[in-house]
Structures are given as C-alpha cells and as structure tokens.
C-alpha cells in the first residue's frame, strides 16, 4: 500500500490495483505526480486491473481528471485494463469524452532555439518589409491628396465633421490642462532662478517664447498622438479585424480615400487651433506664477509677453503643430490598416500607433532645431 498526497495505492488482490482518492483537488494546490502510480504498477507481481474508489472525494476540478487521464494513458501502455465504473457521474462522463478526444499531435507549440544569425535575418526581413509597407502607405495618401486637385476624391462629409468634432472640440479639457500646468512648471522653473538676479519680470519672456515657439506645439502633438492617433490606429484596426476594410476595397472604395483622408485632413486643420489654444493656455499659467509668486501686475506680466513673442515664433509653432498633426494621423492610420486578425492585435496596433507618433514628434522637433537655427529664425 502506498499513500500519497490526497490519494492512496492499495492491492486487493495481486491482479487488480485500487486508487483511493479523497480529500479536496484543485489546481491551485498542484497538479499530483503519476510516478507513484507507475512505480506500484511495475512492482511485481504485475495487477491486470485498475480500479477507483471516490467515496472520500470532498471536492475536485479539473485537475482530478488530467490525473485520471495521466493515468489512463499509463495504463493503456501497459496494457491494464481500467475500471471507471465507481467514479462520480460527472467526472466519469468528462473522463469518458477526455479518452474520446485525444490530444492532437503536434497541437501543443514547441519552443525550439532558433540561431542567432536566423534572428537577425528574420529582424532584418521584418524591418525591410514593414518599412515598404509604410512607403506604400505613403504614396497612395499622396496621390489620394493629389485626387483632391480634380476634386475627385470619394468620401463623407460627415465623417469629416465628426473627426474634427472628435479632434478639435473633444480634445479642449487635456490640452487646456496639460498647457497650464506646463506654462507653470516653466514658470516656476524661471522664477527660481531669476529671483536670484533680480530679473523677475523676464519669466514672462521665458514662459512666452517657450511655449509659443516650441513647447505648446510639442505638448499638443504628444497629447493628441496618446488621444486621437491611439483612437484612429484602434478604430482602423477594429475595421480590419471585422474585414470591413476588405469589403471596402470589394466593392471599389480605396481605403484611403474613405478612410485616412477625412482623418488626415481633420487632424490637420485642428492642430493649429489646439496649438493657439494651448500657447494661451500656456501663457496663463505662467501668469498665475508671475502674479502670485512675483508680485508682477496682470498688466505687466502680459504686456511683456507680448513685447518677447515675435510673428515668427507664432507661425513658426502654427507650422510645426500643423506637420505635427500631419504625423500623428499618419501614425494612427498606418498603424491600424498594418492591424492583424485578432482582438489584441487592435490594442497592440493603438500602442505601436501612440509610440510611432511621439517619436516622430520628437525627431522632427529635433530637425525644425537645426532648421530654423540654419535659417537664422
């Protein structure tokens, strides 16, 4: 007799082997060993019959029947003849239709080492084909936008309005809260150090040219690339998993006609608006710090912030936002038309969409630097 866990191995006779099991079996307290079972097996002398006793049975799941198929295949090997006849109704139907349906072969997924150089053959074919996927994308949206010369580009009205509605208007409460809150970190940023010198008063300055020339373009884009771009990427994707997208090319409608022109061009007539909106915005929160902590005038604060900003940092911001919109809805689009066939591709699609967008914000922040630095603006 051998006992084991929450199951006991006993002889009845030479020729038949009785598993007594008992006690309560659930996945959470581990799956039980069949060694126990196979090592009483082939002790002399060998039983030809394998019988179950389940009266002390308090409570089981799932794991009770992958033992009592473990051990159905063990003695099947054998060549054992097994009783099932005193298991519980329910367990001996699911261990019935277990021995039914045997596991296929091959059905479970190996990991097998796969060589270095083969990986990296593999990264670079990835790279290669997912960066032709993108240059396509690219020209057919620009021949798309060349369509629009002839006026012969087919989409909805008013889907147009509803992404401006959903990218302009929607998007107001998080630009004006992120740009204020950045208008006040730069300001208090300024402020501590300018207190130094006794040059209070050119926090206004400070706060004005950042936020009009570079800051509230770039927060703008990086809050509509985690907001719209994520939401443009997730609906496309959506789209391609419910094969929408390929009714639209079955029935003659390009996608990207239909689909990324109104959401190119509703990002891009937005983000200028957002960009103005969120300078002001910006510009208010740095006056909160300049009035409350440096004891400068409402009056003083703005008329200096006027005097620092020049045209060419406000158009120089409208123009960066503008390719900044540009990216994102490019981004978002490429993104969930590349989507794959399954639900969490659409979540990956939207994450890949938001990352995408960022850094190409940031990349072309970097060569507007050296732009504008070269053109002396």
Same mark, same amino acid.
Request: aromatic fraction near 10%.
């Given at each position: 007799?051998?006992?084991?866990?929450?199951?006991?191995?006993?002889?009845?006779?030479?020729?038949?082997?009785?598993?007594?099991? %008992?006690?309560?079996?659930?996945?959470?307290? &581990?799956?039980?060993?069949?060694?126990?079972?196979?090592?009483?097996?082939?002790?002399?002398?060998?039983?030809?019959?394998?019988?179950?006793?389940? /009266?002390?049975?308090?409570?089981?799941?799932?794991?009770?029947?992958?033992?009592?198929?473990?051990?159905?295949?063990?003695?099947?090997?054998?060549?054992?003849?097994?009783?099932?006849?005193?298991?519980?109704? &329910?367990?001996?139907?699911?261990?019935?239709?277990?021995?039914?349906?045997?596991? =296929? =072969?091959?059905?479970?997924?190996?990991?097998?080492?796969?060589?270095?150089? =083969?990986?990296?053959? /593999?990264?670079? +074919?990835?790279?290669?084909? %997912?960066?032709?996927?993108?240059?396509?994308?690219?020209?057919?949206?620009?021949?798309?936008?060349?369509?629009?010369?002839?006026?012969?580009?087919?989409?909805?009205?008013?889907?147009?309005?509803?992404?401006?509605?959903? %990218?302009?208007? /929607?998007?107001?409460?998080?630009?004006?809260?992120?740009? #204020?809150?950045?208008?006040?970190?730069?300001? #208090?940023?300024?402020?501590? /150090?300018?207190?130094?010198?006794?040059?209070? +008063?050119?926090?206004?300055?400070?706060?004005?040219?950042?936020?009009?020339?570079?800051?509230?373009?770039?927060?703008?884009?990086?809050?509509?690339?985690?907001?719209?771009?994520?939401?443009?990427?997730?609906?496309?994707?959506?789209?391609?998993?419910?094969?929408? +997208?390929?009714?639209?090319?079955?029935?003659?409608?390009?996608?990207?006609?239909?689909?990324?022109?109104?959401?190119?061009?509703?990002?891009?007539?937005?983000?200028?608006?957002?960009?103005? $909106?969120?300078?002001?915005? &910006?510009?208010?929160?740095?006056?909160?710090?300049?009035?409350?902590?440096?004891?400068?005038?409402?009056?003083? $604060?703005?008329?200096?912030?006027?005097?620092?900003?020049?045209?060419?940092?406000?158009?120089?911001?409208?123009? =960066?936002?503008?390719?900044?919109?540009?990216? +994102?809805?490019?981004? &978002?689009?490429?993104?969930?038309?590349?989507?794959?066939? %399954?639900?969490?591709?659409?979540?990956?699609?939207?994450?890949?969409?938001?990352?995408?967008?960022?850094?190409?914000?940031?990349?072309?922040?970097?060569?507007?630097?050296?732009?504008? $630095?070269?053109?002396?603006?």
């Amino acid at each position: 007799m051998t006992e084991e866990n929450n199951f006991l191995l006993m002889r009845e006779r030479d020729s038949e082997l009785v598993i007594r099991i %008992s006690g309560t079996w659930r996945l959470q307290d &581990g799956l039980p060993s069949v060694d126990d079972v196979k090592k009483e097996i082939e002790r002399s002398p060998h039983p030809r019959l394998m019988l179950f006793d389940t /009266q002390e049975l308090a409570g089981w799941d799932s794991s009770v029947v992958w033992f009592l198929t473990k051990v159905s295949e063990l003695c099947r090997e054998i060549g054992i003849a097994v009783d099932w006849g005193k298991l519980p109704k &329910g367990l001996r139907r699911l261990v019935e239709l277990a021995e039914a349906v045997p596991e =296929k =072969k091959g059905a479970r997924r190996e990991f097998v080492a796969m060589p270095f150089l =083969k990986r990296v053959g /593999q990264s670079a +074919i990835g790279a290669i084909s %997912s960066l032709t996927e993108a240059l396509n994308f690219l020209g057919e949206t620009a021949f798309t936008f060349l369509k629009l010369v002839p006026m012969k580009v087919r989409f909805r009205a008013v889907d147009l309005f509803l992404f401006i509605q959903q %990218s302009g208007p /929607q998007a107001l409460p998080i630009v004006s809260l992120i740009s #204020f809150l950045v208008g006040v970190i730069l300001a #208090f940023i300024g402020a501590v /150090q300018l207190r130094r010198f006794g040059a209070q +008063i050119y926090v206004a300055d400070l706060v004005g040219i950042a936020i009009v020339r570079e800051m509230g373009a770039v927060m703008t884009g990086i809050i509509m690339a985690g907001r719209t771009g994520a939401a443009f990427a997730a609906q496309l994707g959506t789209m391609k998993v419910t094969q929408e +997208i390929d009714a639209f090319t079955t029935i003659g409608l390009p996608p990207q006609e239909f689909l990324v022109f109104p959401r190119i061009v509703a990002l891009v007539l937005m983000m200028p608006m957002l960009c103005l $909106y969120a300078d002001f915005m &910006g510009i208010l929160g740095g006056a909160v710090v300049g009035v409350g902590m440096l004891d400068i005038s409402w009056t003083t $604060y703005f008329r200096e912030t006027i005097n620092a900003i020049t045209l060419t940092h406000l158009f120089g911001g409208l123009f =960066k936002s503008t390719v900044y919109g540009v990216l +994102i809805a490019l981004c &978002g689009c490429l993104r969930g038309l590349q989507c794959g066939k %399954s639900s969490s591709a659409v979540g990956d699609a939207a994450t890949s969409a938001v990352v995408t967008g960022i850094v190409a914000i940031v990349a072309a922040c970097g060569v507007f630097a050296v732009v504008f $630095y070269v053109l002396g603006i």
